[in-house]
């Protein structure tokens, strides 16, 4: 069965120090999508990122960069020199390929991010 | 260049009453998903639709919850009789197809006194 796990329920910070939040995730498909979305405190999600199960390059995105490891399941999300507005809860989420799959969303319990002054 | 748009953002009914939640999809985008997100629990998936068709509504309750996406308006989430329980985020998604990327409305918060 499809599970994501964010084993970190909440992440405390200064600003300018760099974090990472962990995904696993668990899944039979051999063709999967993982997402991370984030969800600031007024409540609306964040499309961040999608990748497939087939692209394990690292990707960079300004201070965001992710790290899949397959032979792990693991899907990382590191903010480098955090920020202030970066607080929010943080979730990472699988999606399956297989016949009786549609492309809904299994999410992880999310990570709430604090980043202190 | 509109997002995903639901309405209301905030639903307050009583014990028994209707609810009813639109969304709105992005343009071009004819994919609809409806996620709930219960207090101090994660995002779960209720059901998938295209246009005038339930794909996937294997996360609904088996009742008082229904879905549709008819071939012109919003897509419409109703509850009846609420009940407190249903106390919840209510979130629409949309895409392009069915394993790209989801686009989050705001939610409708609904609020069952």
């Known amino acids: 069965a499809q599970k994501v796990t964010q084993a970190q329920t909440e992440i405390s910070v200064v600003e300018k120090e760099d974090v990472t939040l962990d995904c696993v995730y668990e899944t039979r498909d051999t063709t999967y999508y993982l997402f991370w979305y984030k969800q600031p405190p007024s409540g609306e999600l964040v499309f961040l990122i999608r990748?497939?199960?087939?692209?394990?390059q690292n990707e960079i995105s300004g201070r965001y960069s992710w790290n899949f490891q397959k032979s792990t399941s693991s899907f990382n999300f590191t903010i480098t020199a955090s920020q202030v507005v970066d607080s929010a809860v943080y979730f990472c989420?699988?999606?399956?390929?297989?016949?009786?799959?549609?492309?809904?969303?299994?999410f992880g319990q999310g990570t709430t991010l604090q980043v202190k002054p | 260049n509109a997002g995903v748009m639901q309405n209301p953002r905030h639903l307050v009914r009583r014990r028994g009453q209707e609810a009813r939640l639109r969304c709105s999809p992005m343009?071009?985008?004819?994919?609809v998903y409806w996620y709930r997100q219960l207090p101090e629990e994660g995002l779960k998936f209720m059901v998938y639709?295209?246009?005038?068709?339930?794909?996937?509504e294997s996360g609904m309750p088996k009742e008082r919850f229904s879905a549709e996406f008819p071939k012109e308006g919003p897509s419409i989430l109703r509850i009846q009789q609420v009940v407190r329980g249903d106390s919840a985020a209510y979130f629409c998604?949309?895409?392009?197809?069915?394993?790209?990327?989801?686009?989050f409305g705001p939610g409708t918060r609904l609020t069952v006194t």
């Open positions: 639709l295209q246009k005038e068709n339930i794909i996937d």
């Open positions: 990748r497939n199960s087939f692209d394990e």
């Open positions: 343009k071009g985008h004819s994919h």
């Open positions: 989420a699988l999606s399956e390929e297989g016949s009786s799959n549609t492309g809904k969303l299994i």
């Open positions: 998604a949309s895409s392009r197809g069915d394993l790209y990327e989801q686009y």
